[in-house]
């Protein structure tokens, strides 16, 4: 089944408390993207990745990382989480990152920073 | 900078009335994409349609419906006989070229609740 699998669904962590989110697809899609989800602000993305190795920050980078080493591995790393990064987030991949077909996402992690 | 408007925050409608979500975009460019996606409330997030800015045909999918028109910058969503599964946040997004690649950009959702 085609997919984007992420891990964990549900993370509640404390402040400074390193932690990653993981993402997989296996359709061999090039592009993949995270997403925030906020009651009110809709999605916003975090950061991009057109294909292995290039990443390029979105609309709202600010306290994380991503690395894109293999082609189906799409990781969100927060170093050093806070509270204002409790949200909803979505993994998501694209075929091409030229033309957008549209979006397969993940379930969703919620994650608590107390 | 390309914007999607969804004024809509929520809407609340009877089973089998006929609601229209409405969407409307900014863009500079003449070639970009635009879509809807369905957040049900178990939270996943399941595209619905895709709708390039060359076609303006309305399109047709069972109860589902959307009209696209370049002239106002919308484009709209209709259910039609809507159903208690309707029930779910929907999104519209934007796609355009920004440095050689697409950026996609998400309107704040509408929450429609069908009412049994």
């Known amino acids: 089944e085609a997919q984007v699998t992420q891990n964990p669904r549900y993370l509640i962590t404390v402040t400074g408390k390193k932690l990653t989110v993981t993402c997989s697809q296996n359709?061999?899609?090039?592009?993949m993207s995270w997403y925030r989800q906020d009651p009110g602000l809709g999605l916003r993305q975090i950061y991009y990745?057109?294909?292995?190795?290039?990443?390029d920050k979105g609309d709202v980078p600010e306290g994380y990382k991503v690395s894109r080493k293999e082609k189906r591995n799409f990781p969100l790393i927060l170093e050093s989480p806070s509270p204002n990064q409790t949200s909803l987030y979505f993994c998501a991949s694209s075929s091409s990152g030229r033309t957008h077909y549209g979006y397969t996402f993940g379930s969703g992690t919620r994650l608590t920073v107390v | 900078a390309q914007k999607v408007t969804q004024a809509q925050t929520e809407i609340s409608v009877v089973e089998k009335e006929d609601v229209t979500l409405d969407c409307v975009y900014e863009?500079?460019?003449?070639?970009?994409?635009l879509f809807w996606y369905k957040q049900p409330p178990s939270g996943e997030l399941v595209f619905l349609i895709r709708r390039n800015s060359f076609d303006e045909q309305n399109e047709i999918s069972g109860r589902y419906s959307w009209n696209f028109q370049k002239s106002t910058s919308s484009f709209n969503f209709t259910i039609t006989a809507s159903q208690v599964v309707d029930s779910a946040v929907y999104f519209c997004a934007l796609s355009e070229v920004v440095g050689g690649y697409q950026k996609v950009t998400f309107g704040t959702g509408t929450k429609l609740q069908v009412i049994p």
């Open positions: 863009t500079r460019d003449t070639t970009y994409y």
């Open positions: 990745s057109m294909n292995v190795e290039v990443t």
């Open positions: 359709m061999n899609h090039e592009y």
